[in-house]
């Protein structure tokens, strides 16, 4: 049985996610390079979602365990 990196598709198909991959990076990069305080805003609202979901889960579990 070959290994699949001596197949030169795979190695073609590696290629082409990696460089789907670097463009979809940099597409972000450049969408977000003028605008370093929608960043802060998105981190903070994520943010404020997962403490929410914490605060629920762990509600959730103190009155199933009291």
């Known amino acids: 049985m070959k290994h699949l990196e ?8 590696l290629d082409r996610l990696n ?5 979809e990076y940099r597409f972000i990069a450049g969408r977000y390079k003028h605008e370093p305080v929608d960043i802060f805003v998105l981190a903070m609202g994520w943010w404020a979602i997962g403490v929410l979901c914490g605060l629920i889960v762990a509600g959730i579990i103190a009155g199933i365990t009291y």
Request: aromatic letters at 8%; proline letters at 8%; glycine letters at 0%.
């Open 6 to 13: 001596s197949i030169p598709q795979y190695q073609e198909a």
């Open 19 to 23: 460089k789907a991959k670097r463009e």
